[in-house]
C-alpha cells in the first residue's frame, strides 16, 4: 500500500431519495469527490445482508451481498422497474436517518417488482453468475427462502428435518419454494452487478475501495445452518457450545457478549483452511483492500459458554495463528489485508501480525490518556500502520472532544497537535493524523465535515440507535473536497493520476 490517504463512508450513508445509500448515482458522485479531494482509499463498512439489528457485523452470510443496496434508477434504466413503482413510496421520514423497518417492508415491494419483470427475461449473465458462484449462493437462497417460509425464524426454530438438512428435506423444499429462491438469487445477480460496476469505475479513478469483513459469523446465518462442521455445536441439537465476546476490563465490567458461535479450528486445519480461503477469495472479489476486524481472534479468542448472560466466565483459547494465513497465501498468494490489532494487544498478537506482514491499526483519539509513551501518539508510529481519526465504533473528533474525553485529554490533545479553533480542532486531528509516518492515514466523513456524536455510527453493545446516519448531499462540497486535497497533497498522500471534469451519466 503506497503512502496515501482515504475516507471512512458506509454505502448506507450516503444520499439519496429512498431511505438509504446505494450503488446509485450518488455513489459515483461521491468517488468524483475523493477523486478531487486527492484520496487513494473509500473504505466501507461490511456488506452483507443485515440481520436483527441491523449491523452490518451480524450478517445472514459471509458470502452474500445487502439487497438494500440494489439501485431502483438503475433497475428502470435495465427495465425492470417503472418510477411508477417506487417514487411515490415513503421510505422513512428523514433522509439523514435510515428508518429500517420501513426499508425493510417497503424495498423489498419494490424488489419483487422487478424479480416478477426479470423472470420474463431470458438473462444468460444471471445464469452465468449462479454457475460461477453456486457453492454459496445455493445454500444462501435456500437458507433465505426457507427463512420466509418459517416467518423470518432462525434457523435453530425450524422443522428438524430442514434444520439438519436431511437430504429429502432439502429437495422438499427446493421444489415447494422454486420461485422464492429464484427471487433471492436474482436480488444477488443485481447486487454484484450494480457493486462490480461502481467498484470498476472507482479503480479507474485510482481509487482503491477498502472492505471490512467481521472475523465472526451471526448464528443466525446461512453459513452455520450449511456448515455446522465447521463451528463448535451440539452435535445432536446444533446449538453452540461456546460462543464468542471480550473478557471484562475498564470499559465493561461483565465483559461484551457477542454470541457468535465459535469456529472449530481443528476441523478448519483438516480441511486446509478451505472456508476461510474461500471467504477471502470472495471478499477480496468485492475490495481491493480487506480489513479483518477482531485480528487478535487468530492468535487467541475469548470463548465463552453458550447461554451465559455475561462474558465473565470466558476463557482465553488459543487460536490458528499463522497456519491459516500461509493456507489462504498458498492459495491466493499475496493478499492486501490489514489488520484490526486493536484491544488487548499481546506480545502474541503483535508477533502473529508481523509474521503476516500486515499493516496495523492506530486510532488517534486513544492516545491522549496517558503519557510519551502512548503507542496511539504519532512520534511513536512505524510506517507499516493506518491511522484513523477514529472509526465507525469511536466518537467523531468534534463528539470526543466535546462530549466523551476527559478534560485532561481534551488539554493533552491541544497541546500535542497544536489545535485551535481558528483551524477547526477536527481539521487538527486529520492534520495529525496526514502528517504521521504512517503509510496510510484514514478519517470518517463525519470528522471533515466537524459534526458531533449526532452523526456517530455505532456505540458498541447498544441496540437502537446505530447505523442509522445519512450525511446531508449539500454537504459533499467541491470547496470541501479543495481544502482535503490541499492538506493531502502538503502531506505527501495525493492520488496525483488524473482530474475528473464530471459524473458518470448512469
Not at 439501485?71 to 425492470?80: A, S, V
Not at 450494480?194 to 472507482?202: A, F, T
Not at 453459513?223 to 460462543?243: G, I, Q
Not at 466518537?395 to 489545535?419: F, H
Amino acid at each position: 500500500m503506497n503512502r496515501g490517504s482515504g475516507i471512512i463512508m458506509h454505502i448506507a450513508s450516503l444520499p439519496g431519495e429512498y431511505g438509504i445509500g446505494t450503488f446509485g448515482n450518488e455513489a459515483y458522485e461521491f468517488g468524483d469527490f475523493l477523486k478531487k479531494a486527492g484520496q487513494r482509499y473509500w473504505q466501507i463498512l461490511p456488506l452483507g445482508p443485515t440481520s436483527y439489528g441491523d449491523s452490518p457485523y451480524q450478517s445472514f452470510s459471509a458470502f452474500a451481498g445487502n439487497p438494500y443496496f440494489i439501485d431502483f434508477e438503475i433497475l428502470r434504466k435495465d427495465g425492470l422497474l417503472s418510477k411508477e413503482d417506487y417514487e411515490t413510496v415513503s421510505f422513512g421520514e428523514y433522509t439523514e436517518d435510515i428508518d429500517y423497518g420501513v426499508i425493510f417492508v417497503e424495498k423489498f415491494k419494490v424488489l419483487r417488482k422487478a424479480y416478477e419483470n426479470f423472470k420474463i427475461q431470458d438473462s444468460k449473465d444471471a445464469k452465468k453468475f449462479e454457475e460461477k458462484e453456486t457453492y454459496w449462493l445455493e445454500d444462501y437462497a435456500l437458507y433465505m427462502a426457507v427463512k420466509n417460509h418459517f416467518g423470518l425464524k432462525s434457523w435453530q426454530t425450524w422443522d428438524e428435518d430442514i434444520k439438519l438438512r436431511k437430504p429429502e428435506a432439502i429437495e422438499k423444499y427446493k421444489k415447494l419454494l422454486i420461485d422464492e429462491i429464484g427471487f433471492w438469487k436474482f436480488l444477488q445477480y443485481e447486487f454484484y452487478k450494480q457493486w462490480e460496476n461502481l467498484k470498476s469505475y472507482i479503480n479507474e479513478l485510482d481509487i482503491e475501495i477498502v472492505g471490512d469483513m467481521p472475523i465472526y459469523v451471526a448464528e443466525d446465518s446461512a453459513d452455520v445452518w450449511a456448515n455446522p462442521e465447521a463451528f463448535l455445536l451440539h452435535k445432536k441439537t446444533l446449538k453452540p457450545l461456546k460462543v464468542a465476546g471480550c473478557p471484562p476490563d475498564i470499559f465493561s465490567a461483565t465483559g461484551q457478549l457477542w454470541g457468535n458461535p465459535i469456529y472449530d479450528w481443528n476441523y478448519m486445519e483438516k480441511t486446509d483452511y478451505k472456508w476461510w480461503v474461500d471467504r477471502i477469495r470472495q471478499s477480496l472479489n468485492l475490495y481491493d483492500v480487506l480489513r479483518i476486524d477482531h485480528f487478535k481472534g487468530f492468535e487467541s479468542y475469548w470463548s465463552i459458554p453458550y447461554g451465559d448472560d455475561t462474558a465473565e466466565n470466558g476463557e482465553w483459547i488459543k487460536g490458528p495463528g499463522i497456519k491459516v494465513f500461509n493456507a489462504i497465501k498458498d492459495e491466493l498468494g499475496d493478499v492486501n489485508i490489514i489488520a484490526e490489532d486493536l484491544g488487548t494487544l499481546t506480545e502474541e498478537t503483535i508477533k502473529l501480525r508481523n509474521n503476516t506482514g500486515f499493516p496495523g491499526m492506530k486510532i488517534l483519539t486513544f492516545g491522549f490518556d496517558s503519557d510519551s509513551e502512548n503507542p496511539f501518539l504519532p512520534h511513536n508510529y512505524e510506517k507499516n500502520f493506518i491511522v484513523y481519526t477514529g472509526t465507525h465504533d469511536n466518537d467523531t473528533v468534534r463528539g470526543w472532544m466535546e462530549t466523551t474525553a476527559p478534560k485532561e485529554q481534551v488539554k493533552n490533545a491541544i497541546e500535542y497537535l497544536g489545535l485551535s479553533k481558528e483551524e477547526g480542532y477536527n481539521w487538527g486531528f486529520i492534520r495529525g493524523a496526514w502528517s504521521s509516518i504512517a503509510d496510510i492515514a484514514i478519517a470518517q466523513m463525519q470528522d471533515f465535515l466537524d459534526l458531533g456524536n449526532e452523526a456517530r455510527i455505532n456505540l458498541p453493545s447498544t441496540l437502537g440507535n446505530n447505523w442509522r446516519w445519512r450525511v446531508k448531499g449539500s454537504l459533499i462540497t467541491d470547496d470541501l473536497a479543495e481544502k482535503i486535497n490541499k492538506l493531502t497533497e502538503i502531506y505527501g498522500r495525493t492520488n496525483k493520476k488524473s482530474n475528473i471534469d464530471s459524473v458518470q451519466d448512469l
